[in-house]
């Protein structure tokens, strides 16, 4: 079952990076990291709107809501983060709604929306152009097979031969 080898492989994972208490501070470091660098990239919004928020107001707003965003369905926290920001900065922080609005639009399009519009560009130059991958694979297929060859692997184009010994051999 397709659903059981996944677990099991993520739970090996997960074993792997318990055991390597260095991989896990990497881990947490790079984590923290990634956060801490998307409040900022909310503060610098909402600053550039005329939005004055103190440092421990916006990363209590900031967990709250991307708590909140992950308990829906929708993706990124579609519709969840546009609708909380605002009213979590205004009610509670007492920042003005069009500052807010303006802010968080500004920040989730660079947060979400363009990263998925860089992300379609970039697929579409692998399917369209000069840089486009063939189907086939017939620009790999010679590179693929030399590389087996000097590894003295046969090339899945070529039956493997038997040598007299038993062991696989890739015919000369």
């Not at 260095?22 to 801490?36: E, H, I, P």
């Not at 107001?57 to 920001?85: D, K, Q, R, W």
């Not at 697929?123 to 590894?151: A, K, Q, S």
Request: include cysteine; proline fraction near 7%; charge should be positive.
């Amino acid at each position: 079952d397709r659903s059981a080898e996944t677990v099991s492989h993520l739970a090996d994972r997960l074993r792997q990076m318990i055991s390597r208490p260095d991989l896990l501070r990497d881990l947490v470091v790079w984590a923290v990291l990634n956060w801490m660098l998307d409040a900022a990239a909310l503060w610098v919004f909402l600053l550039a709107f005329g939005g004055r928020i103190r440092v421990d107001s916006l990363i209590v707003s900031f967990c709250i809501i991307n708590v909140m965003s992950v308990v829906p369905i929708t993706p990124g926290g579609l519709g969840v983060v546009e609708v909380m920001y605002p009213s979590l900065l205004t009610s509670i922080f007492g920042m003005p709604i069009v500052i807010v609005t303006y802010g968080v639009a500004a920040y989730r399009i660079a947060q979400l929306w363009l990263p998925i519009a860089v992300g379609g560009l970039c697929y579409l130059t692998l399917r369209v152009g000069p840089w486009r991958i063939d189907r086939e694979g017939d620009r790999l297929r010679g590179l693929r097979d030399e590389v087996r060859t000097e590894r003295g692997q046969p090339s899945p184009d070529k039956p493997a031969q038997v040598n007299t010994v038993g062991h696989p051999s890739t015919p000369q």
